[in-house]
């Protein structure tokens, strides 16, 4: 049995710091033409679905088997050839396979968690539309992704497909709510995986959102990016930049996935002009190291994609084999912190059970504070002093 967190030989072999990673298909897939493979619906015509396909490709463990033969009628499995090409077929230990190929640990439900962990039901207003904030809301658009990631904090709603026009029926649902709230002013559009409508449904829906005069930022989370790079084609970044000020965050758990043409893909978007963040959820024996994490944060910004969220793993229903303590997440910021670009350190949150939404967990930088003295430590762990400006002074808030 390896350790875990194995590092990818990929990223041990001596080269310059943040050169390119290699990218080879899965021997299986070597002599598709190009053309094929560069087409993103090819992609999810020959994604991996059923447990025979993952036995072809993959030695798969006991483990694995077992939990691929006992899929129930949850979360899916589905994977691209593109992202099943960047895990080991050999390593069930591989980090990217830890979250894609099911475990038995699944089944296994321990007694804090939930169906949903962060309480979205409760605060549904319409059809897939959660307001939680007072001036931004979530908009579950889209119910189906091109790869089910195992920890998905959605898994209670993800992975049935809907017709589109029962789909546009809902959306004008969740635009009329939009509208009469002129509070809302951020329209975060998620699911599943927006960017798996067709180019003219997601221009539909960017425009119902966009004539809203008061929607001031559309943007959208998605995984695509990383696991689907051929869906981002030159006519879909035309599209989106129509929409601006539009944004985007892409989801990345582990430098490996940063190969060229996923770079490329960021690339691409940000050639748009739309501004990139990543989020990260951290899981258990895949992304909990911070040499593995640094090296991400590295990668991303090299694509053009500023780390925006480190998630702490919600509590769904059979994760505790993917979450780790809060302080290792606490950990990891301090890890990062001073120790490299401040570009490069995302903000570690918890997403609350029971609706509270996100609350940012950071490292203890304040030491002590008596009246205007402030005792502080850096990320060298070497004790400062601050004074606030005394009170009552001239221009002062005294
Ligand atoms: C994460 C989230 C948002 C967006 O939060 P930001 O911190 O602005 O990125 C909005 N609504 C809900 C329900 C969310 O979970």
Redesign the pocket.
Known sequence: MKRRNTPDPRLTTPRRAGAPLPFARHPRWAAVADADWNDWRWQMRNALRRPEQFEALFALSGDERQALASLGDGLPVSVTPFYASLMDPDDPDCPLRRTIIPRTAEHTIGPDELKDP?G?DA?TVAPGL????PD???FLAVGTCAVYCRYCTRSRMVGGAEGYSFQRAKWQMAVDYIARHPEIR?V?ISGGDPLLLEDNHLDDLLGMLRAVPHVEII?I?TKIPAVLPQRITPRLTQILRKYHPFMM?LHFLHPSELVPEVVAACERLADAGIPLGSQTVLLKGVNDDATVLKELMHRLLMARVRP??LYQCDPIQGSAHFRTPVQTGIRMIESLRGHTSGYAVPTF?I?TPGGG??VPVSPHYVIGQMGEQWVLRNWANKVYEYTDPALGQPNGDG
């Open positions: 962060c979205e605060d959660v307001h939680r904030y931004r809301v979530l951020d975060l943007r989370g965050s925006y969220y949150v997403d939404g996100k």
